[in-house]
Structures are given as structure tokens and as C-alpha cells.
């Protein structure tokens, strides 16, 4: 029997098959890999991008609703301290209505009185006229 005889041919496919994966490795593996990792780091710092991107968007709810309710509140405010002016702008021009109408009430309090007062001169003047007038015809 034979013992396996090293072959020649053996030995030169063994060196084609290294060559060929150092080959295949430097100029198609290598590169490939290369361009895979890339478009990985890529593809997740797109991802992280839009993680952030929706969790910025996720607060802007909560930012919008504080500055609105901030904003209802602001008004509110302002309507109030309109509202207190305006309440204090009426009750001036009540009590200044109030004083001009007791002024005008005692001034026409005054002339009726005057009125009167004159009435009742021209009413006695006139009684005693007519006294006068009644005790001449009487005692005549």
C-alpha cells in the first residue's frame, strides 16, 4: 500500500485558496465591511437624531400648555385689575351723581323755599288787601 505521497498540486491550491482569500479579503471583504459599518453608524446616528427629535417634540405639548395656562392667567389678571378699575370709576361717578344731585336738591330746596317765602309775603299783602278791602265794605 501506499502511503499519501505528498502532491505538488496539492500545495499550489493551498496557496491559490490563501491567496485568494487574502485577495477576496483586501478588495472585496474589507471594503465591504468598511461601507457596512458606515451606513450602521449611520443609520444609528439618524436613529439617535430622531429620538431626540421626538422627545423634543413630546415636550413642546407641555411647554405650549404651561405657556398658555401662564398666558390665561395673565389675562385674567389684567381683566380683574380692568374690572376693579372700572368698579372704582363707577362708585366715582356715583358719589360725584350723589353730590351734584344733593347740590341741585338744595338749591331747589332753597328757591322753593324762596318761593315760598315770597308767596307768603304776596299772600299776606294780598289778605290784608283784601281785609281791608272786606272791613271797608262792611263798615260802609
Known amino acids: 500500500m501506499s502511503t499519501m505521497q ?3 498540486s496539492v500545495v499550489v491550491i493551498v496557496i491559490l485558496v490563501w491567496s485568494l482569500y487574502f485577495v477576496l479579503k483586501t478588495f472585496f471583504f474589507d471594503p465591504i465591511n468598511q461601507i457596512l459599518s458606515e451606513r450602521h453608524a449611520a443609520i444609528e446616528e ?10 423634543e417634540a413630546n415636550k413642546q405639548p407641555k411647554i405650549y400648555a404651561q ?3 401662564e398666558a390665561r392667567l395673565e389675562s385674567y389678571r389684567k381683566q380683574e385689575g380692568l374690572r376693579a378699575e372700572a368698579m372704582s370709576e363707577r362708585a ?4 360725584v351723581g350723589r353730590e ?5 336738591i ?3 330746596r332753597k ?3 324762596s ?3 315770597t308767596a307768603k309775603k304776596v299772600l299776606e299783602t294780598e289778605v290784608n288787601e283784601i281785609a281791608d278791602g272786606i272791613a271797608k265794605i262792611v263798615l260802609q
Do not use: F, M, S
Open 6 to 8: 505528498l502532491d505538488l
Open 46 to 55: 439618524t436613529q439617535q437624531q430622531a429620538r431626540e427629535q421626538l422627545a
Open 67 to 69: 405657556a398658555l395656562k
Open 92 to 95: 366715582r361717578v356715583i358719589a
Open 100 to 104: 351734584d344731585a344733593e347740590y341741585r
Open 106 to 108: 338744595g338749591g331747589a
Open 111 to 113: 328757591e322753593i323755599q
Open 115 to 117: 318761593q315760598v317765602n
